[in-house]
């Protein structure tokens, strides 16, 4: 196996004597064979001596290289090592004697195509898009995937520029996590080319594409929803107020650093609830409850501008700098957008989350750290609520230990000073240290060097502190689940109940309300049953109800769901959902048959990565 990257356990990238700064794509979708073909040219910095570059690819067809001077290529020798089936395939490309004798930068030109295994992408046939009539494609590069996109140094310890020109079929059109440049003509072969340029540095998993019939309609003055044209009204109108949240942001942390933030509606295979992709998020389809209900996943996103995209974790180990951060901002940014309580709210339902992901581990699994040693581990596996939310409970824990105000203004500094950066643990909390130690002084200092930092950081298991958050919004839905839980042992108990017991919950609070109730004992049929008749919660089109609303029945075994779970577990590829339900009713009662007959048919609908997670959690080949 190739060496492992200096900075990084999860890449072969020799970033140590050569650093690329830019990459430059010229690609063309193939709708037919299903794979993007043509070429890569990266900018290299190269250190004294250098006799190679290692970058890192997966299911890549390399097709040649050379070295890029002002008149000619020079072919280079390469060799692509066997392939490691976490990190993929080394791809070390020999440079002529001499070229190194002294620090230098060069160009190196990659001919490629991606391959059918290509973990990036997902091609999609025109049936499983909302139209109907056009094929699809799209990216999703967390986190160790952009390698089976691109041979590149696929490592988030390095930042580059890119620029693009990608090739598609009319009528169909390309979006990159980029600002848009231009398009051109269709030509005689029915072909146009959409041109693209990222000029602020990025980790490599930010790069990201989409290809297909797309539309869009601007929502504010650098914002433009995009989708499919049969959604784009829906989408365009549940994201009507995203000029909003990029003013908060500018007022709590700093200016907008990437000119545009336009937002992607995907088809619904997309397997997370949105991905961070500079100038594009990419979101669910999950989203568009039609009451902006759910809109709050789209201020996580933004919040990445600054948290992970901006300042970025050195390594997947340090992921908790992006997660856990961006979960503090986004809360922040929702305090300043409806009030405290709504972040309390927040808070509060996210303790939840965490608790789940730390029983799903298990206490004591190293998983549960927010240092996580990722040693000949894939990231993906690692991928859980514990990053976000324990990250967000240190970050919470020191803003009430060190007040809010020195808090803001620390948190303002960190954002400014490490700007472009990729930093590790250690170096945030330096940080932290020091600015509390420049600005405040001694009385900060000793409040810092009180906090358990090993507990922190490096054990498993709940935070060493449990944060109190106030429950003003969580009381009415925490009583309604106490008292379902009282009238348990009694179907007589049940007429205390009525419809309009949640007829003034907002959609967050019924998520609350049955988070509690899932959180306790299975609860009987009989009451399962009465629960649905008076709130009608198997007929909601709200993902997140409709998640913790099917985890109850599941918990109890309730059969009457089972079709309903199915037909869910169809209807989305977003793993926040699909991984949990498939792990219940694989456990319910006569479900485990169910369970592999609904993945045995949905499977090749899905996301690569979803896919292959299922199949982990259900130990499925």
């Known amino acids: ?34 794979i993007l073909h043509g070429s890569v040219t990266l900018t290299i910095e190269l250190a004294k001596g250098a006799d190679e570059v290692v970058l890192d690819t997966s299911f890549i067809d390399i097709q040649g290289a050379a070295l890029v001077n ?45 391959t059918d295994k290509c973990t990036a992408g997902q091609w999609l046939a025109p049936e499983q898009t909302v139209g109907g009539v056009h094929p699809y494609f799209f990216t999703q590069c967390q986190a160790i995937h952009a390698r089976s996109l691109l041979p590149c140094q696929d490592t988030p310890s390095l930042k580059v520029t890119y620029s693009a020109s990608i090739t598609v079929a009319a009528p ?16 005689e072969h029915g072909l146009r080319t959409f041109v693209f340029r990222q000029p602020t540095k990025i980790p490599c998993y930010l790069i990201a594409m989409a290809v297909g019939n797309l539309e869009g309609i601007e929502v504010g003055p650098r914002s433009t929803v995009y989708s499919e044209p049969e959604m784009v009204e829906a989408a365009a109108a549940e994201f009507s107020e995203v000029e909003k949240i990029i003013e908060v942001g500018e007022k709590l942390v700093m200016p907008y650093e990437w000119g545009r933030y336009d937002l992607l ?38 919040a990445h501008s600054y948290a992970g995209n901006l300042v970025t974790s050195k390594n997947w180990q340090n992921f908790w700098l992006n997660e856990g951060w961006t979960v503090f901002l986004e809360r922040k940014f929702i305090a300043e957008l409806h009030g405290e309580p709504h972040r309390q709210f927040g808070a509060i339902l996210g303790q939840r989350a965490l608790r789940e992901a730390i029983d799903h581990y298990g206490e004591d699994h190293p998983f549960t750290c927010l240092w996580i040693k990722l040693d000949g581990e894939d990231p993906d596996d690692s991928f859980s609520s514990v990053p976000y939310e324990k990250g967000f409970s240190l970050l919470y824990y020191l803003e009430q230990l060190l007040g809010e105000e020195a808090f803001a203004m620390y948190t303002k500094a960190y954002f400014k000073n490490f700007a472009g950066k990729s930093i590790d643990t250690e170096e945030w909390k330096q940080f932290l240290f020091d600015f509390m130690d420049h600005y405040f002084g001694q009385e900060k200092i000793d409040l810092l060097k009180k906090v358990d930092w090993d507990a922190w950081l490096h054990q498993p298991g709940q935070p060493p502190v449990a944060n109190h958050y106030d429950e003003t919004l969580a009381r009415q839905c925490i009583d309604l689940a106490d008292r379902w839980d009282a009238a348990r042992s009694s179907e007589d108990a049940l007429e205390e109940f009525s419809e309009g017991d949640i007829a003034d919950f907002t959609s967050p609070q019924v998520v609350v309300f049955l988070e509690k109730l899932g ?52 209807e989305v590829g977003r793993m926040k959902y699909v991984r949990p339900l498939f ?26 990565i979803c896919a292959t997670m299922v199949a982990k959690d259900l130990n499925v080949e």
């Open 70 to 114: 002002e008149n000619d290529c020079v072919p280079l020798e390469y060799e692509l090592h066997e392939r490691d089936a976490k990190f993929g395939s080394a791809l070390a490309i020999k440079l002529p004697e001499g070229t190194a004798d002294e620090d230098t930068t060069v160009l190196i030109r990659v001919e490629y195509a991606t």
């Open 583 to 608: 792990r219940l009713l694989d456990k319910a009662e006569d479900g485990h048959d169910l369970a592999i007959e609904t993945f045995d048919k949905l499977r090749k609908t899905y996301h690569p």
């Open 265 to 302: 509606v995907l088809p619904s295979s997309f397997p997370y609830g949105g991905m961070e992709n500079p100038c594009l998020t990419f979101v669910t389809p999950t989203l568009l409850a039609g009451d902006k209900s759910l809109v709050d996943v789209i201020v996580h996103e933004f």
């Open 519 to 570: 959180a306790k004992d299975p609860f009987p049929h009989t009451h399962i049953a009465k629960m649905d008749e008076l709130y009608k919660l198997t007929d909601s089109h709200n993902g997140e109800i409709r998640l913790r609303w099917h985890t109850i029945c599941l918990q109890a075994s309730y059969k009457p769901i089972y079709p309903h779970v199915a037909q869910f577990l169809s």
């Open 1 to 34: 196996m190739a060496r492992i990257c200096p900075d990084d356990p999860n890449s072969f990238a020799n970033t140590d004597v050569a650093h690329t700064t830019h990459i430059d794509l010229h690609l063309q979708a193939d709708f037919d064979q299903k």
């Open 172 to 187: 169909l059109r390309a979006l990159m996590s980029a600002l848009q440049e231009g398009e051109s003509d269709v030509s």
